[in-house]
Every structure is written in C-alpha cells, then in structure tokens.
C-alpha cells in the first residue's frame, strides 16, 4: 500500500475515465484529505503532466510518527487509535443488522464524537447481495489491511522517482489546514516549500483534522475560491 501505487490506481481511474495523456482533458484537479491528500501529492510529483491543480486538506507531505507522547504527531496516534478500533468492529460475529448498532458499537469505543463517528459510517453500507449466515452490513474499505500498512501510510515514499533530488510540483497547490489540528505544523512547513514551491496555505479556525467534515461550507468555499482562480 504504497503511495506510489495509490497513485497510480488514480492515475488508472482517471485513464478509465478517458483522460489520457497528450490532451487537456487529460489533466485533473485533484482534492484529498489526509491519507488521500497525500496520494494527491505523491501524483502530483512524480506525473506533473497530469495534474492541473492541487488542494491538499489537512497532511503534509512528512512522515508523522505516535512514538512521542504528546508530541506534535499525537494527531497521528489518534488516527491510529481510531483505525484500530473501527477495524476491531466485527460485522460478522456481532450481530450488527443497521448502521445504528455499529453507531452504539463504537460510541463505547473511543469515538464519542458523533459527527466523527457518522464521517467514519459513511465507509460502511448494506450488503444487497448477503447469502443467509452473511452479515447484513458490510464496510467499504478493507480495515485489517489498512491496520497492517499504518506504519507505511504514515510516511511519504516516493521511492522509484528516478532522480536523486526531490521531485517537484511547479503548479499551484492550495492546502487547507485545520485551526485545531497538529498536522500541518510549522516544522512542516520546509518540506512543503521544497516539494511545492507555488503553494498557498490557509488555515480554518476551530476545526481538526476531518476539516471537510467539520467545517463543510468553509472548506467548499475555499475550494470554489481555488477553482475559480
């Protein structure tokens, strides 16, 4: 599960979708939020070609750590506590049959925040083609797997560039950083400049890490703001 070939399945997506090379509808814009913020990035530098704007919420292009306590990463030791418990949510053998008992399932967890918790339900659905003995829900991501790769996910490897230097992404990246949130913080800020020399940084008063989510027409404005540069 490596940025690089994240990449690549939306390099893949948007071939699919008849944006392929040598044309401008070749070319997209692309918006993502923390681990999909980083696939983004990782785009964006190694297939510039692609990439006609860049809006990254809330993640720097670092790697962040849950080693410290307390530290200026605590924000990714959340991440991590939240992955684990949401993965340790079995649909099979607790008897889950709506979206509400998975809801109580993981308000006696550590997800008491209710908008967080609804943000994480909307990555589960109901299984229309469950056989008897199958559970009637069904999550949309693969948790376990991404619980394996946490220590992956948390860096940023471009691995395979072909250049000894840091690739570069000369066009216009917009990032959105969360006012409450540690994960874009000032000793991020070089590592930004070196990897996106035309970036923007805007801040969010009062919202964390799932800024889209908790400040949803904050962060729509500032996304028609940037499109309609």
Sequence with gaps: MSYREM????LAFLDGLGA???DEGGKAVLVGHSMGGKVAQCLALTRPERVAGLVVLD???????????GGEDSG??????????VASVDLEEGGYATKRDVDAALRKGI?????????????????RSAKDGEPPLRWKVHWDGIVGQLDRIAGFDLGGHGSSEDPTYDGDAFFIHGGASRFVRHSHLPAIARYFPNHMLTTIRGAGHWVHAEAPDDTVALLKRYLDR
């Design 7 to 10: 990449a690549g399945d939306v």
């Design 20 to 22: 392929k090379d040598g």
């Design 59 to 69: 993640i720097a292009p670092v790697r962040y750590s849950s080693d410290e306590k």
């Design 76 to 85: 990714w030791r959340a991440v991590e506590q939240i992955v684990r418990s």
């Design 111 to 127: 997800l008491e925040d209710p908008a967080l918790r609804a943000f994480v339900l909307t990555n589960l659905e109901q299984s």
